[in-house]
């Protein structure tokens, strides 16, 4: 379950509080210490058995399968975006934790300042876009994915209709609405994308009410971004389909599945836990994709996607393995049909970040 503070998250790309900087010697003493150093996880759920917070999880079961006794992992559940995860943060910092991990966005101002008590702590953080010296950022490129699902779509819309259900209208989400919907249209230009807000992370309620409407107007494949299975469950109530989001979802509906758009945030963690016990991390954010294996598509539905539009698929996903396109590479219009991204060029990092427009095809306006 993942949460955003809207004010908060459109500063995405804001200053950073403070330069570059490398957290060594200690970190490098303690993985030859008799007690293995303490890495801790803060989740704002409990895994269940999909999405969000399960995804996250089982990025840290691959981190604790491949160190084994060279750490030892703490998993905290159910931890508010409030003051009470400062209290948290600041528990495992005294129990002497190394590296302390924040897995949902409405912890970075508690996190960053228990950080700042404790400089010989790694804290990192999850979507965030703050900075110092001993707390740094990281997320994966989930619109990569949902570019794929939208090629998929495009092929088995019969309707040209796609639906969306939407969490809360931030850049990121914004982000993958648009990816699914230039993914869908460059095998179909007739596809439009409905869009419906629910402005929650995880409600399966208003989820399960926001696909039904949708499908109510006509949109015969659906994608999420929100947190629980509701969504791929109701499509396959309704004998339409739909894609999992975050992790695997294919049981929850496996007739109505067409994959799932999953989350790999082991290769992360394995690499920054490593980073720590060398004494090699550094501050910088991270942003990965499918060319890190951070993301992807997966468990198409292969009786459902014809045959030409998973080669389409694999076609993109090697394109965007090998660095040699984007997803936001142009040229790309909006919903009024100006130019927003010229042929030859790509929305950068920071634009990327700060994304409060529609592409052409997706109807209906960004929430004010």
């Known amino acids: 379950m993942k949460k955003r503070n809207l004010l908060t998250a459109f500063a995405w790309g804001a200053a950073s509080l403070a330069l570059g900087a490398a957290v060594t010697a200690p970190f490098a003493q303690s993985a030859q210490a008799a007690d293995a150093p303490g890495v801790a996880f803060v989740y704002l759920g409990n895994p269940g ?10 990025g840290s079961k691959e981190a604790e399968a491949r160190f084994g006794n060279k750490i030892k992992i703490t998993r905290i559940e159910n931890v508010p975006e409030s003051a009470d995860s400062e209290r948290v943060f600041r528990d495992l910092a005294n129990k002497g934790n190394k590296v302390i991990i924040g897995s949902s966005f409405g912890y970075q101002d508690f996190e960053l300042k228990v950080a700042k008590d404790f400089p010989d ?45 939407a969490s809360v209208p931030i850049p990121e989400v914004v982000r993958n ?93 394995n690499s ?5 016990l060398d004494g090699k991390w550094k501050n910088d954010p991270v942003w990965w994709g499918i060319p890190q294996k951070a993301v992807d598509l997966e468990d ?18 090697e394109e965007l393995a090998s660095g040699k396109w984007d997803v936001f590479a142009g040229p790309i219009k909006d919903q009024s049909g100006t130019v927003k991204v010229p042929a030859g060029k790509t929305l950068t990092d920071p634009e990327l970040q700060r994304l409060n427009w529609y592409v052409e095809g997706v109807d209906g306006s960004l929430p004010k």
Not at 143 to 160: C, D, I, P, R
Not at 272 to 276: D, F, L, N, R, T
């Open 49 to 58: 058995d999909a999405g969000w917070t399960f995804a996250h999880d089982q």
């Open 121 to 165: 702590t790694v804290f990192l953080h999850a979507t965030g876009y703050k900075k110092a010296p001993n707390f740094g950022t990281y997320d994966v490129r989930m619109y990569q994915g949902a570019y794929l699902a939208g090629v998929a779509a495009g092929y088995v819309t019969k309707t040209n209709t796609l639906g969306f259900v």
């Open 177 to 269: 609405i648009n990816a699914y919907t230039l993914g869908a249209r460059s095998v179909n230009p007739k596809v439009h994308t409905k869009v419906i807000w629910i402005n929650s992370w995880f409600d399966p309620g208003k989820e399960k009410q926001a696909a039904e409407t949708l499908i109510g107007q006509g949109a015969d494949v659906l994608l999420q971004n929100t947190d629980s299975s509701a969504t791929l469950a109701t499509a396959s109530e309704k004998h339409v389909h739909a894609f999992g989001w975050d992790s695997d979802m294919k049981k929850f509906g496996p007739s109505a599945h067409l994959g799932s758009v999953v989350a790999h945030w082991g290769v992360y963690y």
């Open 272 to 276: 920054a836990i490593q980073q720590v």
């Open 300 to 317: 198409l539905n292969t009786s459902a996607i014809p045959a030409d539009a998973q080669k389409k698929v694999a076609g993109k996903r």
